[in-house]
């Protein structure tokens, strides 16, 4: 936690930078950085939307690897917090100048078929199915649900022979 006498140096500091970017002295990356740290750690979301306003005047020359790291993780960090909309909207904008409006990429298609995988637990079990194939007199208990997504023939069977059959009838396996 920041001391009282710490946040009135950094409440100065700022005021200092603020003084000197009305003059029209150009951000630099490392200051820009170290302003929007200190913003957001005494919770001052003006400061920091005009932080992120002021962004472009930084110039691009500017820019080095402070920029990746740490400036990337302190903005996508306010991006994942922040619930104040136009920081949100200032902090896509700044993506968007970082890294160009590239089209979002394709998503490919989900499989969304079924699957037919099921916990040991609930397998052969009387207490946990819903419906009891009799094949050739011997029980076997499974789950509707089951079935008909692994197969076509039990979706017809099951279809056939509707819901409220509970035991299946099977004979003459070869």
């Not at 919770?43 to 402070?66: A, G, M, N």
């Not at 306010?78 to 590239?102: E, N, P, Q, V």
């Not at 490919?108 to 946990?128: G, I, K, R």
């Not at 979706?155 to 003459?172: E, N, Q, V």
């Amino acid at each position: 936690m920041e001391s009282r006498e710490d946040a009135y140096a950094h409440l100065e500091l700022r005021t200092l930078e603020q003084s000197l970017h009305s003059e029209s002295v150009p951000w630099k990356l490392h200051v820009w950085l170290e302003s929007l740290h200190v913003a957001q750690q005494l919770s001052r979301d003006e400061v920091t939307l005009s932080l992120l306003r002021d962004f472009t005047t930084i110039r691009p020359q500017d820019y080095c690897q402070e920029l990746v790291s740490p400036a990337l993780p302190l903005l996508c960090n306010r991006l994942a917090t922040s619930k104040d909309y136009a920081i949100t909207k200032r902090l896509s904008a700044i993506f968007s100048h970082c890294y160009g409006s590239a089209p979002t990429p394709s998503v490919p298609q989900m499989d969304l078929t079924l699957s037919t995988q099921l916990d040991a637990h609930f397998l052969n079990n009387p207490e946990m199915s819903d419906v009891m194939l009799l094949v050739e007199g011997r029980p076997f208990y499974s789950h509707r649900v089951l079935l008909m997504s692994a197969s076509k023939r039990f979706r017809s069977l099951l279809s056939f022979c509707g819901s409220d059959t509970s035991t299946i009838h099977i004979s003459d396996i070869t």
